[in-house]
């Protein structure tokens, strides 16, 4: 580890080099635009999964990613002022050194991990002045306009989310809070089957919800005398499948994790090469400890390595050696590709790994194209948390939009822009844009060939444009696509030297020969294919019935391929020119004879090139022209000879240091920039350890980071917002939160599936004080089973508590400890529609009738301590010849109620049992029923919902309930259980399933059991 290696220096032999002057760069070459392509092969996927597999090689093995943490739980003085402060910081280090091992009581996990972490004592270093000096110097670059480009980030303004002001909630009830203090969980004891009820009739109960069960029931999984709901054996149903489909993934999970590491698929911090191992060896002595750039000598046009600060001038050595290689050798840039073996046979063939030129196999150069490829493609198929807050996998796209569509497509990586610029002293920086760019493929006679996806709203142009956007801020986040980025600087860098005809040290090619040469040769490759699949279905009720379940798997014929080529060549006219130039007459802005900028490609020129590249789109209306100002940067000197405290330290250590303890000595809004990108769960690129390279802090980036982490942030305000709004339903939470949060099982009534459904009814927000939460918090909530409990890809935890008639919604930030976020109270259920009665409606003639119960949570919660008996309610939904729906139902007091066509019917049967289901008798009218309301005499009893019900239904259908219960008569075998719920076959990639089945009748012994078609059927 670096760290150990870091020696401590005097003050005295660091030369500071002089950084305020400000003069202008001068972008020697620039080019503009393209695709710098990352094909990727095709590969088939299969289906998928819930996404959650974890990429366990990001994880630390070692002790590495300790350093921060053992860092952190010895200097506990933060840093305050801007500078200045520095030298308390490392007295307090000194200090905590000589304390012989660290406390092991609290060593603040940087990021989730499931693996044991070592606990290595570590004796640390203190940051030596040096280094102090030298981050103090790159935090005070932190958003400084250094290169002279607009800081007006032309990106549209994101909208901050300002959320509206709260209508002031009702003070709770004393009785209300009592009962809740007072809830306990149910025990669990097994429930009561049967009642006997205040007529003396005796009345089944659904195991699953303890209410009555009506005519018609499935047997209970608890036994053969259980009988349940239709809607409760859905539920059932639903449960079992996502049993049977996490049971799947999981098992798939182990079997990709195998592949993974038999086949050495993951990206691992350690390997980005070191660049001070050949910056001796290319004759920059002794080596950098930190980043290593080239500078330009204009008069003798070669080139030499020196120690830099400035992470945007950085190269990677290594990166470069072998990138002027396969330039001299191939003029070209390293490809790679995945491939199928077996082009004939997708579904089953191994992917072979591509390089061009092929020896770039097991390279670093090689490696960091394979894995940044892999990564793309997992991602796009969903395997982990999105790096971005918000961002939505390929398979999460389809999923919304056009599940039932079928496509092949490619995800390639590209480079937008590509230029060299030059700073004062003369130093290059190489500066590169990319994003990914998606490209449908389509069947033709010669195989799989690529059509622009034009698309705007297809899945994979979808994830394209939001990883293009998002593409700064992954790369700081996500190692492997940094290093990819760190890459195709270094291939630009070595396109320019190429291109410019800069005098080379001879040696650096022999260099490059020599780490060719002492390549090990590729372990695996072929790999096997990387696959996905998600079981969807819905369980289908009509009329009281399980009609089917359709279940489909995400089709395996959605796949992605895709691959690396860093198509670099489209820009070779815009450098050619590069080194050639004169001193430029005006400074920043090179002009050529003709007076235009000199750098733009010129179509004809391109033209001309006998070696027109291979399968590179070279569509010159994408090159947009340099502007000028562009060339109108400034970038101070930023390269340091030996000796020079850009020689002497390592930035990264220090950055990380101070990201462990939260305090950067800059602005607050800069500080809290750089917490949000780097501390948050989705970042693995803190256990790069000393290796780790700080962002560029130039305003322009700076500017376009924050932007993206500013949307992350509302994002997350909205979804707090939304989130304690009661309208927020556990079946639909919406495009703001992650996909995963939308069940896949759901259950369809009668060919809708509700996605308003409310988790409780007449949710009243309630003003609750601190004495109260903390009450909730500490007694009452521990206790309590959380009926929702989801997890964001930054870490936040959502709960959704039911105690008594209470909601309680908590919020869990990591590291934090869970927060009420609101308190509802259910009221009882109210039929939300017109009171007015239509005329016209009450001269309709009703064709059926239908009883429902349902669950009162806020009685039952009132009569718990007396009555152990669940309250419920009984209403009746008449419908009528011209299909208007007329709800009445007795109300507690006696009253009764008659609602025409309520809107929120749907939502409230989805909640409640179907009970008994009638033809009306010929000539009832709804006038009939208001007209019998009004002579009805309802008895005082607690029974009176349910006599008022009886009595409506049997006057409609000359029906009654007596002997019907539990649905004696008619009562249907369990549908089938396991393996036959179309799941495990699409274990197999075959084509979209969908598998049915239907409710088939018992041929039971029992009597009982014996199935007989209803009548009314
Ligand atoms: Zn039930």
Known sequence: MCSRQLQIRSLADSALPVHCLSKTVRPIATWESRRLALSTAPHRSQATAAGNFVLRRHLPHGPLPSLGRDMASTCEVPTKARGGKFSQWVSKQVVDEQVPSISPSTPPALYPSDEPMQKEPLALKPMAEDEEEAFRQYMDKIGENRDGTSAGFNRKAFPWFTPKEPAKAPTVSAEVLEAAMEFKPKPRTSPKLWEVDSEGEEVPLCPRCSLPVGEFAYQGREGKQTCVHTECMAQVMSQEAQREEDARVKRENVKKEKNRREYDIGWRMDSVPKSAQWAERMGCKPAPQGLCCLVLDEASRTVKVAATAEPSAAVNLEYLLLALKVRKTASREPLFSLDPVDPQNLEKTPQKKVYEPSWLAGTSVGDVMFQADY??????????????????????????????????????????????????????????????????????????????????????????????????????????????????????????????????????????????????????????????????????????????????????????????????????????????????????????????????????????????????????????????????????????????????????????????????????????????????????????GDAFIPPDPN????????????????????????????????????????????????????????????????????EVDEAFKRGLLENVLPAAAPEFNQVTEDGIVFRIYKIGSLEVRTMQEADEPEAIAVVFSSGTASWEGKAVDSEDVLRDRLVKCKVYVEAMEQESQLHLAKDARTGCNFYIVLETEKKNRI???????????????????????????????????????????????????????????????????????????????????????????????????????????????????????????????????
Not at 709 to 722: C, F, W
Request: overall charge positive.
């Open 375 to 688: 990564f793309l493609k997992e991602l796009a198929l969903g395997e982990y948390d999105m790096p971005v807050v918000g961002m939505l996998s390929v398979f999460d796209w389809s999923e919304m939009k056009d599940k039932d569509k079928s496509w092949a497509g490619r995800e390639w990586y590209v480079v937008k822009k590509a230029e060299i610029r030059m700073a004062e002293d003369n130093t290059l920086i190489p500066h590169v844009k990319m994003g990914v760019e998606a490209r449908e493929q389509v069947v033709t006679k010669k195989g799989l060939e690529d059509a622009p996806v034009t698309l705007p709203h297809h899945p994979l142009k979808k994830f394209a444009d939001a990883f293009t956007r998002n593409f700064d801020l992954i790369a700081e986040r996500k190692s492997v696509v940094f290093h990819l980025r760190e890459l195709a600087k270094a291939s630009a860098m070595a396109k320019y030297l190429i291109d410019s005809k800069a005098r080379l040290d001879p040696t650096w090619y022999v260099l490059a020969d020599e780490i060719v040469k002492s390549t090990e040769p590729e372990a695996y490759p072929q790999i096997p294919q990387l696959w996905n699949m998600r079981g969807n279905s819905r369980i289908k009720l009509k009329e009281g019935r399980l009609v089917d379940m359709v279940t489909g798997g995400q089709s395996n014929l959605q796949a992605i391929y895709g691959g690396v080529e860093f198509g670099l060549d489209r820009f070779e006219l815009a450098q050619r020119h590069a080194l050639q130039g004169q001193k430029p007459s005006v400074p920043g802005v090179q002009l050529a004879q003709s007076g235009r900028p000199m750098f733009m490609p010129q179509r004809f020129q391109l033209g001309q090139r006998p070696e027109m590249p291979q399968g590179v789109d070279l569509n010159l209306d994408k090159f947009s022209l340099s502007t000028e100002e562009r060339f109108a940067g400034r970038l101070p000197p930023c390269s340091g000879g030996v000796g020079s405290l850009e020689a002497k330290t390592v930035l990264g250590r220090a950055f990380l240091q101070a990201l462990q303890q939260k305090s950067f000595a800059v602005k607050p809004e800069d500080q809290s920039l750089l917490l949000n990108i780097f501390k948050v769960p989705q970042c693995d690129r803190v256990e790069e």
């Open 699 to 766: 305003l322009e980036y700076l500017t376009k980071v924050r932007s993206l982490v500013g949307e992350e942030k509302t994002l997350r305000e909205r979804r707090k917002q939304r989130f304690s709004d009661k309208s927020f339903a556990v079946a639909n939470p919406g495009l703001d939160f992650p996909r995963s949060w939308t069940p896949r099982f759901q259950v369809e009534l009668e060919g809708r599936v509700s996605q308003t459904a409310p988790t409780k009814f007449g949710l009243k927000k309630l």
């Open 887 to 1017: 709800v009445t139902e007795a109300l507690g007091a006696g009253a009764l109620s008659w609602v025409q066509n309520p809107h929120n019917l749907e939502d409230r049967n989805s909640l409640a049992k179907l009970l008994f289901t009638a033809d009306c008798k010929d000539e009832v009218y709804a006038r009939d029923v208001k007209q019998f309301q009004r002579t009805l005499v309802l008895p005082p009893s607690a029974g009176l919902r349910k006599h008022y019900a009886k009595a409506v239904y049997k006057f409609v259908s000359g029906r009654s309930f007596r002997g019907k219960w539990g649905g004696k008569l008619r009562r249907f075998a369990p549908p089938p259980q396991g393996g036959n719920l179309g799941l495990a076959a699409l274990g197999r990639s075959s084509d979209f399933l969908n598998v049915m089945w239907l409710a088939r009748k018992s041929s039971n012994k029992a009597d009982l059991l014996k199935p007989k078609t209803p009548a009314y059927y």
